[in-house]
């Protein structure tokens, strides 16, 4: 079972971005995503598709539908640039991983 | 407030062995699965084994079946993974993770292991 993601995103300051993560039967799935900095351990931003964990800015939203989860961040800000990974849970497989999509603001 | 401190990282030979341990606090241990993942250099993340809150069951990633071993010691509030046979290609940052309805919440900031001769 593979995830696949655009290797990069460019947003501007402000503007919204929007990250896709395509998999067979994604939307049967619960899609999770975490954001990761340089250097830094992966953080949990949304879980069972659409939640956000404590501490997660509201401008982080999901949602997951047919073969595709999106990420997206809403007034994107400088501090969001990183990497971020879907994730997803299949029995064939248990834990799979997005190939991940560096997010630049301009 | 949770943390998860990994250690046991370094440099390995070929065929050789290693043995992370992820020290838990700020949570019920045993209360949660727990899991390693691993990030190659300048790669993503794959998981690589799971285990029961009581160690009742394991699960593992195909590349690593028979050469890896997770154990974990809920009196310590420990988590372990013993690498054996290693590969070039086991060459990675080790994360331990609580591993909670199919997503890891936590992270720990991961322990470096490189195979190389």
């Known amino acids: 079972y593979e995830l696949t993601q655009p290797p990069s995103v460019s947003v501007s300051p402000g503007q919204t971005a929007s990250i896709t993560c395509s998999g067979d039967?994604?939307?049967?799935?619960?899609a999770c995503w975490y954001q990761q900095k340089p250097g830094q351990s992966p953080v949990l931003v949304i879980y069972q598709d659409n939640k956000r964990p404590s501490g997660i800015p509201e401008r982080f939203s999901g949602s997951n539908s047919g073969n595709t989860a999106t990420l997206t961040i809403s007034g994107t800000q400088a501090m969001d640039e990183a990497v971020y990974y879907c994730?997803?849970?299949?029995?064939?497989?248990?834990?799979?991983f997005g190939t991940g999509t560096t997010i630049t603001v301009l | 407030e949770v943390q998860l401190v990994e250690s046991g990282g370094g440099l390995v030979q070929p065929g050789g062995s290693l043995r992370l341990s992820c020290a838990a606090s700020g949570f019920t241990f045993s209360s949660y699965w727990m899991s390693w993942v691993r990030q190659a250099p300048g790669q993503g993340l794959e998981w690589v084994a799971n285990i029961k809150q009581d160690g009742s069951e394991k699960y593992y990633v195909d590349s690593v079946k028979g050469r890896f071993t997770i154990s974990r010691d809920n009196a310590k509030n420990s988590l372990y993974l013993q690498m054996n046979s290693l590969r070039a290609e086991d060459t990675a940052v080790y994360y331990c993770?609580?591993?909670?309805?199919?997503?890891?919440?936590?992270w720990g900031q991961g322990t470096l292991v490189t195979v190389s001769s």
């Open positions: 039967k994604l939307g049967g799935k619960h």
């Open positions: 994730q997803a849970w299949d029995s064939s497989i248990a834990y799979v």
């Open positions: 993770a609580s591993d909670h309805d199919f997503r890891f919440d936590y």
